[in-house]
């Protein structure tokens, strides 16, 4: 069937709980594509144990209407036995660059994620993945995965969506308490102040210092750092593309940002 | 180009030095599709540190002549740069069943296999996967990986083509010196041994124990062993579908042979 389908094909691959973050990737793949499809699948195994899987937002009916009225072709939203059948022991690893930052925090998360992407890209045979830049780290590891294993398709990562704060709209931000909420749209302020001084020419360690001011006395930051959008590897001094990344708890629950920077 | 070849399209990954062994595998592709494409490729990753990469025999024109004459459609014979670029970091891996028996003997060696196979599926795109039984470790390592990325191909295992003696062809017999090449064949012997008397009902460690009194004295046996076909996990006693494998080296060369059993 998939074979049949008009070409260029976009994939969007997704966890469900779609919020506009979500829909503008569908929506850059409509724009660019004669089909798009997406796929709905909570991947057991990019949580580590103890992390939150069971209580990962779910809203597969609120989800469908979504898709539906930004026009998508086509849905795959496998059950997890359909994914990893009795006796499932394969993992696809993209080595170091998945060890770092948000993989230190969560191991073996980036080899739960390459081992998905590589299966749905298999199944789903796209020759355009759309991916956000919400999860820059993820876009490197997958990015690297396409290009490793030679998967023919382009990838492309679409702009972060906030609200009106400046938040990055998140899965997770539903988890926020009304204080919480409050303090997150910090770290995108911390993130943006250190983007302004880097373009001053403050070193970098001056710039982290400065923009851990700026974040809320209820962030406990795990990260702020220069990287090489490519590699993932850190920038002692910016070159692009990079990305600048931070990562925060805000009471129990943990959030990402990041912006891209090309010049 | 892939895209527009009459299917079903069979494939058949080499790494060259192409004897009659591989001609079958071509042969049984051949018969059953109208595709037929082959790849050659010394996969650096297979070869652990040590191993016999650079001594690997190459014969590049004695193999393209073979080929033609089989009727190849497409040779893929890339190089190693065009395989694993800079950066190249990426690994696929069955888990368990690559680190026993060859995968004991040779750490890595099969996640080589299954990172090359999976990126040669990737950018071949076959209907059919053609498989030599005389690897038949590789047969159950690339059969779990097929099934779990989901790649839409199928795999056929096709048998082992022997000399008159019961040799399994091989391109490592050619390292064999005269006396070793007159002892190796006692493998096959030992294997042939072993068979008849699980079917008689014997134990398997009575039928091992006895297989080895058949063994040439020059054969240093790494194992003799009846194993699951799929799991590849040692069976106690006589289930099907199983292979039953040995591996010995002959002075510097280490040879494999196995039996298929089905009934």
Not at 95 to 118: D, I, K, L, Q, W
Request: aromatic share 8%.
């Amino acid at each position: 069937m998939l074979a049949q389908m008009p070409r260029p094909h976009g994939f969007v691959p997704t966890m469900g709980a779609l919020h506009a973050g979500h829909s503008s990737l569908v929506a850059a793949a409509r724009a660019e594509c004669k089909t798009v499809s997406a796929s709905i699948f909570v991947n057991p195994l990019q949580f580590a144990p103890g992390e939150d899987l069971e209580k990962y937002p779910r809203d597969f009916e609120g989800d469908i209407a979504k898709l539906e009225e930004l026009g998508l072709d086509l849905l795959f939203s496998p059950d997890t036995a359909e994914m990893y059948p009795p006796g499932f022991s394969t993992s696809v690893d993209v080595g170091e660059m998945g060890n770092t930052y948000e993989g230190a925090v969560r191991p073996t998360h980036f080899r739960g994620v390459a081992t998905v992407v590589a299966k749905l890209l298999t199944i789903m045979q796209p020759d355009v993945l759309f991916l956000g830049q919400k999860d820059a780290q993820q876009t490197a590891v997958l990015r690297r995965l396409v290009r490793d294993l030679g998967f023919p398709v382009e990838v492309r990562i679409v702009p972060t969506v906030r609200d009106s704060e400046g938040l990055a709209l998140s899965s997770r931000n539903a988890y926020l308490t009304p204080q919480e909420r409050e303090a997150a749209p910090t770290l995108y302020a911390a993130l943006t102040a250190m983007r302004l001084l880097l373009h001053q020419g403050m070193t970098k360690d001056a710039a982290v210092a400065q923009a851990k001011s700026i974040l809320s006395p209820l962030a406990q930051l795990d990260y702020l750092d220069l990287v090489s959008a490519k590699t993932f590897e850190p920038l002692s001094a910016l070159q692009v593309p990079a990305f600048l990344i931070g990562a925060a708890r805000f009471g129990k629950t943990r959030l990402l940002d990041n912006l891209w920077i090309t010049k």
